[in-house]
Each structure stands twice: as C-alpha cells, then as structure tokens.
C-alpha cells in the first residue's frame, strides 16, 4: 500500500488502477453514508463486500466513524492485499468526485487522531462531528472507545481481548469458506456468539446507554457511533442512539435518505437477497 504521506502521494494513488475495477451499475443514493471498523491490515476485514457496497451506492456526506484500518494487529503482522488498496482508492476517489468525507479515527487507527482538524485529499480528519439531519436533528459523530471503560482503563485487556477476538475470526474464516462451497451466504459465527453471552450482551447494553447519556448531556438529539460491532438504531432515554456496526462480523452500514429518515443497511444479506432475485431471473427465462 502507498504511504500516503502526502496529497501528491494521494493523488499517484488515485491514478492507479484497482485490482477489482468499479462495477457500472445505477447507485442507490443517499444524502448520508457512516461506516466503521473495517479493520483493514486484517484477515477479519470483509474487504469484498464493502467494494461491492461500495459500488452500489453514493451520497452527499460520507462519515468514516474509527477503526478504518486496525494498527494495532499491523504493528505484530504486517497484512495487507490487494482489496484492501482498492478499499483505499475508493474512499479517495468518493473525496475527489465531491463526496464530503470526514474520517474520525478510532483506537485502533488512533495514530491519525494526531492529525484531526487538517485535510488529506479531500478527507477532513476530526476527532468527533455533529451533523444535522435533514429533518433539522443533531447527532453527535464519534468513534465510541471513549466510553469504553477497558479501552481506556485497562489497555493490556484490551490487547488480550483483541487477540482472542482474531481467533474468533480466524475460526469465522474458515466456516464461511466451507459455506461458501456449499453455496451458502456469509453467515457471522462471532456475531452469534455475542448474541448468546450473557455478559456480551449486558456489555453492549450498558455501553449504548452510557454512550446515550453522553450525547444527552451536550445538548444533541442523537449520537451516531461505532466500536462495538453491533448495529444497532434505537431511543434510548429520549436520545436516539445509531451503531453503525462493522465490516468484520455484520457488515452493517447506517444511511441517512434525503428526507431524513435513518435506515440501517446489512450488506451480506442485500447480496444473498441480489443472488436469489438473479437465479430466480435465470430460472424464469
């Protein structure tokens, strides 16, 4: 991958050629876009299918909400392929077309929170955003590690958490790849168990609450966040909470359309509803 180091890099980057070219088809558009937790540099990241994503949808404002590329598992083993450049090109490329794009780093990609405030290509880095709805609400824009108490408190955990979570992942892997050979859809082993642990469960629970109360305390409508691979759009004490999820587990992605109205899209399931439309097309004919 390019260093990026600097805007005449970025632009040698733009006019190279991605290993899975742009697919030309009709995009869904929207007025907002929030992803987070790809997690490139990683062998979890679902690369595919946010490109497929990717290429089939646009919008006025793109927020990239943390954890884009994962520095931590990058610092123990470099990884990096071919789809995972062409993630890159395409985000720069949306910049450059005129998509307005913020990029707030999270913890693992916390290196570019050193840059927030200055411009790289055509993204703005911030450490956090507010954006308005275009039904006139609120919502605060920021990662989510910061009301993570083991993030935060316990930074060794957190690294031990991580490494058991990419074992989770690896055994992910290879599940799906035997679905794969079957002709079944992706499916997330990880997403699953989350869902089966109790203290998970109570986990995730309390980090939407705490991270509710937060945005209530500074005056806003809603808070949109990241984090803890969970989407996830509901109210929490009168503030509407929005998870955008991951590219690692659910493949998950928030949208704003352009009368407001938020909507949580899951990828793998488009795709799996996309290739069952198509056979059911080519049975017919």
Known sequence: MPPL??????????????????????????????????????????????????????????????????????????YWPVAHN????????????????????????????QFSGLDFGGVSIRRKAIHETADGRRLLVLHGDE?????????????????AYTALMAVNRWVNAARRRMGMPYWSLSKHAKAKVKNAVAFISQFEEVVAHAAGSRGVDGVVCGHIHTAEAREIGGIQYFNDGDWVEGCTALVEHHDGRMELLHWADEIAARTTDAAIIAIAA
């Open 5 to 78: 180091e600097n805007v005449a890099d970025i632009a040698d980057f733009l006019h190279s050629t991605p290993a899975i070219p742009e697919r030309i088809v009709e995009r869904r558009r929207y007025r907002t876009i929030w992803i987070s937790d790809v997690h490139l540099g990683t062998r979890g990241c679902n690369a595919d299918l946010l490109i497929d994503f990717l290429d089939h949808v646009d919008s006025d404002t793109m927020y990239l909400v943390g954890d884009m590329i994962d520095g931590w598992r990058l610092k123990k083993k470099f």
């Open 147 to 163: 009301f993570d108490a083991i993030t935060l408190a316990h930074r060794w955990l957190a690294y031990l958490g991580d490494t």
């Open 86 to 113: 062409d993630v890159v090109w395409r985000l720069l490329k949306r910049a450059k077309r005129g998509t307005r794009v913020v990029y707030i780093p999270g913890n693992h990609d916390e290196v570019f929170r």
